[in-house]
Antibody
Framework: QVQLVQSGAEVKTPGASVKVSCKAS????????INWVRQATGQGLEWMGW????????GYAQKFQGRVAMTRNTSVSTAYMELSGLRSDDAAVYYC??????????????WGQGTLVTVSS | SYVLTQPPSVSVAPGQTARVTCGGI??????VHWYQKKPGQAPVGVVY???DRPSGIPERFSGSNSGNTATLTISRVEAGDEADYYC???????????FGGGTKLTVL
């Protein structure tokens, strides 16, 4: 079955960077995009961007452009999301999600378990 | 940017029908997807492409989309349906994903 397994919780200081991994199994990794979504405590879901494991192309939400990088290593079927210049309001649970094609864009059929990122001095 | 508007909360008694709306300009021209989010758990897709159900999702979950409103309908609501529900679309023009603000479903 499709599984996305994310790396463990991180504690970072303001200004630092965090890199979260998402290991895929149960399907051909290069077939479907990987998206990243975060949720701060008490807040809603916030989409950060997408990455194509096939060619490495990526697209980011305007809010994160210049601060986020989504990459992959196809040899280990793993996607990565690196967020730099961390601020206190970046504290959240970060999810990776597989994007299945829809009539327009895609929807997210499988999700990682989430990675808690804490930002504290 | 495209905005999706959901009511903050919906309350319903067990066995009744819950309707969660998602408003957006001409949303009927877009594909709408719905997710259930429980505390401490990853989101789960419950309806995709307006009205399709992923495998394993009960038939009690259904969706519709027309005009400026998409609706997630949960029939015969159970205590286990209590969760936050989010609608989602892909804005083709800007090539980005939009989530609604979420609706907390409370089962009385």
């Amino acid at each position: 079955q499709v599984q996305l397994v994310q790396s463990g919780a991180e504690v970072k200081t303001p200004g630092a960077s965090v890199k979260v991994s998402c290991k895929a199994s149960g399907y051909t990794f290069t077939t479907y995009d990987i998206n990243w979504v975060r949720q701060a405590t008490g807040q809603g879901l916030e989409w950060m961007g997408w990455m194509s494991p096939n060619n490495g192309n990526a697209g980011y939400a305007q809010k994160f452009q210049g601060r986020v990088a989504m990459t992959r290593n196809t040899s280990v079927s793993t996607a990565y999301m690196e967020l730099s210049g961390l601020r206190s309001d970046d504290a959240a649970v970060y999810y990776c999600a597989r994007g299945l094609p829809a009539a327009s864009g895609s929807w997210f059929d499988s999700w990682g378990q989430g990675t808690l990122v804490t930002v504290s001095s | 940017s495209y905005v999706l508007t959901q009511p903050p909360s919906v309350s319903v008694a067990p066995g009744q029908t819950a309707r969660v709306t998602c408003g957006g300009i001409n949303i009927g021209s877009k594909s709408v997807h719905w997710y259930q989010k429980k505390p401490g758990q990853a989101p789960v897709g419950v309806v995709y492409e307006d009205s399709d159900r992923p495998s394993g999702i009960p038939e009690r979950f259904s969706g519709s989309n027309s005009g400026n409103t998409a609706t997630l309908t949960i029939s015969r609501v159970e205590a286990g349906d209590e969760a936050d529900y989010y609608c989602q679309v892909w804005d083709i023009r800007g090539d980005y994903v939009v989530f609604g603000g979420g609706t907390k479903l409370t089962v009385l």
